[in-house]
């Protein structure tokens, strides 16, 4: 993923009790019940493990080696894998549920957003379902922030050197690379319905 160098500068940043998980997340991963196979592409520190249930069957997977330390040590009965979002080594039909938190809008080649989708189709059981989150970018505060078509420059809130790039989605756009990919639609939208006042675009999608 593109993102490896920034965060392992910033990684221990994220090495903390007090990182909340939106609401709205919390929401989307609400039906996520007991005795399921979890995959969290692009887990980070494993922070959203937090708003799941303690018995299922979890593993997260990060490409960044200093935030899945993190995650480990957080997590301890849990299975983290370092890779790539767009080459997973797992096999196919392997999860009930695979989340990509706040992750496909880090990739701006359209590419290899549609490799991150595939990759996750792929890994998804059959009935499976997909519960995705990207940030709402087009909202007023980011407009100065915009320097190319779609795409973000923002410094990070903990080291304002360090610049971030990200893909803007639109709601349509995220539609057309999930039915791109093969994906069910069953749930998307603004988590407060006005593009103008929402955080995020949250998916959920069946295999």
Known sequence: MIMLNPYQKLARYYDTDKAPVWQEVKDLLSDIKSD???????????????????DLDYTGLDNSPELL???????????????DARELPLPDNSFD????????????AKADRLKVLSEAKRVLKPGGHLYLTVWNLNRPKFWRQWRLWRKVFIPNQHDYKIIREYYTYTLLGLKKELKAVGFNIAQIGYN??????SRNIVVKAEK
């Open 36 to 54: 399921v196979s979890v995959l969290d592409i692009g887990c980070g520190t494993g922070r959203v493990r937090q708003a799941l249930p303690a």
């Open 69 to 83: 330390e993190v995650a480990r040590r957080k997590y301890a009965n849990n299975k983290f894998v370092q890779a």
């Open 97 to 108: 549920a695979v989340l990509l938190i706040a992750t496909v809008h880090h990739f701006f």
């Open 192 to 197: 407060k319905g006005s593009w103008l006042k």
